[in-house]
């Protein structure tokens, strides 16, 4: 039973967060008469959990470029990169406990390229 525990526990901080999340749509989504001239070149965010095995933090930032390609509707360009710590995470054992672990974040911001 222990064995299936600590199992179940890595196996959850190695898959948890196995995609990246778009945190800021790029340019300009509200379509309103007041917006400043420029908020289509707004750029986007994207971010995703950088930790877990080699495999997984590249599956998750492959998935970070389908999500830019996506909301680009093509093509787009890196501006800046940074590594940020989120804080802590609780991880779950399944069976009603867990711990915390400190989790760090890839941030990208983009812009869509015409």
């Not at 901080?13 to 400043?36: L, Q, W």
């Not at 908020?39 to 095995?53: H, T, W």
């Amino acid at each position: 039973m222990t064995k299936f525990i600590v199992a179940s526990t890595i196996l959850t901080i190695i898959f948890s967060g196995c995609t990246a999340k778009i945190e800021h749509m790029p340019g300009s989504i509200e379509k309103s008469k007041y917006a400043p001239i420029n908020s289509e070149e707004q750029y986007g965010l994207v971010s995703y959990l950088n930790g877990g095995a080699s495999s997984v933090r590249e599956a998750r930032r492959e998935d970070a470029y389908k999500k830019m390609y996506e909301a680009c509707s093509g093509k787009y360009k890196i501006i800046d990169e940074s590594n940020k710590n989120s804080g802590a995470m609780f991880i779950s054992n399944g069976n009603g406990g867990g711990f915390m672990a400190n989790t760090n974040k890839i941030y990208i911001k983009f812009i869509c390229v015409k």
